[in-house]
């Protein structure tokens, strides 16, 4: 495959690889969908003139956020049940709704919405865990966004399966379908320790070695998830999931609010990748996961928005400033995740928990030329003393103005390429009126 | 004075008063800069049949935003000196640079600059705390903004004034100048205990009650400063104010993160308003006010900014988002600070703390037509099943589309009204480049 050399110089790069780097007056070269060169830009045009030029003079060029944690389709139950205790929002609201309207057009359009939501706010990789993942994908590829799939497994029906055995073996063929997509990526999804049978995780555990596939999973959310495991098992649910085998490099484990120090030395000997979801941690009231205390155990942390229902955006930059903000207020350290060190961890960090850190996660030559733009020229981003605090501190997502995934331009101007958002938005919106005849209760539910 | 009548119909008005309404496909009649009317949109036009008319197909209408704390010019040193020490960012960064370069000309800069901002995020009213006030007052008449301008009083001599005493003569001064404008309010602004000696507290008592004025001060922003007190005079800074006379209806009291609940108790007893800073609080690692202890104490809390240059931004919607978030995560209860809660704290909580109730903080007939308009037709408020939650957990500043303070468009479309952006912006980033060279040591600060 060939194509024209493209040139993209913005006022700064923020590579993320080396480390507090903040490149001004560079260009990136990118052909093949790869990154061939990063130069400075008086020096670009003359060696590569026959090269498309995109000049960005009040942006800051960065790799491609990475969502660690999401389930993608629940954007159509955004807000549903806000302000509500966990049990009333999932018995009253989450659950009954997926009961009635959880099928594969649900998780087609939800997943459309997320996805334009995502690449219109710079994230250029989502890790999902939902049902029909099939769904998902084909919304993916046809948006060009590159995606972990999880293959989800619950100890209850629904309409994509019956039964742990049949969700599977239905995630299992689906992997053996998307030989083709290098920008799929599957891991295996048990939903959490309270939800899934221990014959089933001791099957996953197997499987996960064999095909050397992650493990995507909800772990230590809450002190009662703990509670629980340790009164029915005798043990917490890592102690549990080291017994079976599961607690290793390929876990990517999600939330982690309910660890003291043994758990967080368990974590760091095995080499778990830990999930940061602030914003849904914080509105749910789960508890608040101790990610100064994994940095410095030597875990590698990344973020995730968690689904739409619980958070209820699926914005990695306001990810950012509240998981910085929390940081430094829960510990009364002002110097506690530094800005530079939030964007790794939404760039790198993330990258290195699904495995694709040799491919994405930093601006070098020839990683895949998965890069965002974000445009500082804002009032709110005016004076910009300090385009990385900025960034995390004053930016919001609106300010995000180009996406190209592996070269590919999937955001232009702030506007999706192609512009299908109207034709999504609609679909979403004809969703909001039948969801919300079925919460009024106008129709069983 | 007479005018058009202006009819404005939105999807959803959010009122405030009455508590918790969400009025649908109705339509607020402004007349002579008030609310003159509110009714079913099929009405409007047969009763008002000459006057304009603006319908917001897709937008949630509410009383526009009141920033209960900021330094407006300090927008000139955004996200100076981030993630340092508090220390650090005092004594390295904010301090020697105002020395250097803190004059009429800074503030006149900086003021703008976040007026602009708050305009265009939606905030109608704000209620600052900074040098050269005359300077912040001239932009705020300019730009149409309604302000509350502290007459600053510190301990030691900036260009704007000589010694506490000179400090109060000219903020005095400054007041009777401003006999004019009905947009404009005054109150002392005492710095905080640590930085202002006995005698001109006492002073600054016997003024606030012989002139009605409110007080505007920082208090139990830090443990430390707890600490320091009980130290050197043996008791809290809200104990001594109390011993001062300072502690009644009129004080306004900013941060309030040390507070134990012998504290919540003397402030509840003495009808003190708290201005609740959270992301200023969290982001210089101060501590967390314990808001819902407040408000269960019966304790009217607003919601401020606090400067650009710990927060990074002016951003009320921001600050109710993290306000929430943090209150249900730092109590583990999601039931905590509910949406709507927020969204009246950060209206007719500010207006109250300021004393201006009567005129703004509700879409109500007779007050001030202070409205602004979001629009949640974006991926990230769609679906909107919940409008509230949506404002609060998912919308951004930009969607702010529409901004009124007494019945006059300030923003319309996303823009300024007049546009003076470009000026603004422009006129902010040379003060970037001079500020920088100074804090390169190109030039001796």
């Known amino acids: 495959m060939t194509g024209q050399d493209r040139i993209i110089s913005a006022r700064w790069i923020i590579p993320v690889v080396p480390e507090h780097a903040v490149l001004e007056q560079m260009a990136l070269v990118i052909r093949d969908g790869r990154i061939h060169d990063l130069l400075p830009r008086t020096l670009a045009v003359g060696r590569y003139p026959d090269a498309e030029r995109l000049d960005l003079p009040t942006h800051a060029l960065l790799p491609g956020l990475v969502n660690a944690h999401t389930h993608a389709a629940m954007t159509l139950l955004r807000g549903l049940g806000a302000d509500q205790s966990l049990n009333v929002w999932l018995e009253q609201f989450i659950w009954p709704l997926e009961k009635r309207w959880m099928d594969r057009e649900f998780v087609k359009a939800g997943s459309r919405l997320a996805i334009a939501e995502m690449l219109l706010s710079g994230t250029t990789c989502f890790n999902d865990m939902y049902f029909f993942p099939d769904a998902t994908l084909e919304a993916a590829e046809l948006m060009g966004i590159r995606m972990m799939a ?7 029906p629904t309409r994509w399966a019956e039964s742990p055995a049949d969700y599977l073996r239905r995630g299992l063929e689906l992997r053996d379908r998307y030989t ?6 599957f891991a295996l999804a048990p939903h959490a320790v309270y939800s899934v049978d221990e014959a089933t995780l001791k099957l996953l ?12 999973m909800h772990l230590h959310e809450t002190r009662k998830e703990v509670e629980d495991s340790i009164r029915i098992r005798g043990m917490t649910p890592i102690a549990y999931l080291y017994h079976l085998g599961l607690l290793n490099a390929r876990l990517i484990a999600v939330h982690l609010t309910a660890v003291g120090p043994d758990e967080i030395r368990q974590l760091a000997d095995a080499g778990v990748s830990a999930v940061h979801c602030p914003e849904s941690n914080l509105k749910l009231g789960s508890g608040i996961a101790p990610v100064e205390r994994f940095r410095h155990a030597g ?3 990344a973020l995730g928005t ?8 699926l914005d990695l930059l306001g990810e950012m400033r509240t998981a910085g903000l929390l940081a430094k207020g829960a510990g009364g350290d002002p110097t506690a995740l530094p800005a530079g060190e939030l964007i790794r961890m939404a760039t790198l960090e993330g990258a290195r928990a699904l495995g694709l850190e040799t491919e994405i996660g930093s601006l070098e030559v020839g990683k895949s030329a998965d890069c965002i733009a974000i445009d500082l020229s804002a ?12 960034i995390v501190y004053a930016a919001t997502r609106n300010q995000v103005s180009h996406v190209w995934i592996a070269g590919t331009p999937r955001v232009v101007d702030g506007r999706l390429v192609p512009d299908e958002l109207e034709d999504i938005l609609s679909t979403a919106r004809n969703w909001e009126d039948r969801l919300s005849r079925g919460v009024r209760g106008e129709e069983a539910v």
Chains 1, 2 share one sequence.
């Open 150 to 156: 999880g293959l989800p497994v619950i100890g209850f």
């Open 379 to 390: 009032p709110a981003t005016t004076p910009c003393h300090d385009p990385v605090a900025q």
């Open 205 to 216: 555990s197997t499987l996960a070695s064999e095909l050397d596939l992650p493990v995507h």
């Open 180 to 185: 083709h997509n290098a920008r799929v990526r």
């Open 306 to 313: 968690d689904g739409a229902a619980s958070n209820d955006d």
């Open 299 to 301: 875990i590698r942390v």
